[in-house]
């Protein structure tokens, strides 16, 4: 578990983290979302002992982090602006973090270059952006460590091989203990994969959700009254974060269990009343709105 309480850092006058307090659990897929110079990677360099936190405490199974080796032998970090020898080859990176990552998995390396078409000895300062996140990718996974961060991983990965790399984290979350933590500026590319998310927004965060949570605690539902009157006996009841009426269609943002918010509509003989699905960047928006944020501006 990842457990980060009131840390910051600052770089000369440039405040990178404020107050950040944040729990990952163990087996989850978390991501943090966040603008470009939110304080995701900065975040993540002292999540993964790179950088030591000014103030606040950072502990990673209740150990700290920093200039403690046996806690970073189960981390593996893919920063954003990747690092690979000079003229190395896929199998001369895989050789080097062999002899860090005891639990290097190399015959498992050499499979998944050729699942996803790497050449094992041409040069890596050859690869495409695209090409070059697919082997950090392959790398990380086949450390064997506890702990993966991608910072802005599925950035330069075409759709076809962002679905390759989730389905080999569903996998690796599946077969052992596994926790990765990704970072990115853009929510939709995290939908699918993320059992949490927590925004980060100038240095501090914004909010912290449980996806599925959220998905079962806030709907869209779009209904018609016969009369004013039944109309405002309905909506009366009910938890609504944001409403708008075109004509007789109103179009609600709901928060609660479905199964009561349809009941109570149904009370008063509806024309028609049903539950639309909302992405997860509609129930972002929703969530964001009513802490004050036009969240719209920050990570779309």
Do not use: W
């Not at 806690?71 to 860090?100: C, G």
């Not at 979350?173 to 995290?190: C, M, Q, W, Y």
């Amino acid at each position: 578990m990842i457990t980060a309480t009131h840390i910051s850092k600052k770089f000369d006058k440039t405040q990178a983290v404020k107050d950040v307090s944040v729990s990952i659990k163990n087996g989850e897929v978390f991501g943090l979302i966040g603008t470009n110079g939110a304080g995701k990677s900065t975040f993540l360099r002292m999540a993964c002992g790179v950088l030591k936190p000014d103030g606040g405490e950072l502990l990673v199974d209740e150990q700290r982090v920093f200039e403690n080796n046996a806690v970073k032998a189960e981390i593996f970090y893919i920063s954003d602006d990747q690092y690979f020898l000079p003229n190395a080859t896929p199998l001369d990176m895989a050789d080097f973090y062999h002899d860090y990552y005891v639990k290097f998995d190399m015959g498992r390396f050499r499979e998944l270059l050729g699942k996803f078409q790497l050449e094992q000895r041409r040069k890596v300062a050859t690869f495409s952006k695209g090409m070059k996140k697919q082997l950090s990718v392959l790398l990380g996974v086949c450390a064997n460590t506890k702990y993966m961060f991608c910072d802005e991983t599925f950035d330069g990965l075409d759709p076809m091989m962002r679905q390759a790399v989730k389905s080999i984290f569903a996998g690796e979350l599946a077969g052992r203990d596994f926790t990765p933590v990704i970072a990115s500026h853009n929510l939709r590319e995290l939908e699918d994969i993320c059992d949490s998310v927590g925004i980060l927004h100038q240095g501090g965060v914004l909010m912290q959700k449980d996806l599925e949570e959220m998905k079962l605690n806030i709907h869209n539902i779009q209904c018609v009254f016969h009369t004013p009157e039944d109309e405002a006996a309905a909506l009366q009841g009910l938890a609504i974060v944001k409403s708008e009426k075109r004509g007789s269609l109103n179009t609600l943002t709901v928060r609660g269990k479905i199964e009561e918010i349809m009941a109570g509509i149904n009370l008063h003989n509806p024309v028609f009343a049903e539950n639309i699905s909302l992405t997860l960047e509609e129930i972002f928006i929703s969530e964001t709105e009513v802490a004050g944020y036009d969240i719209k501006n920050l990570i779309f």
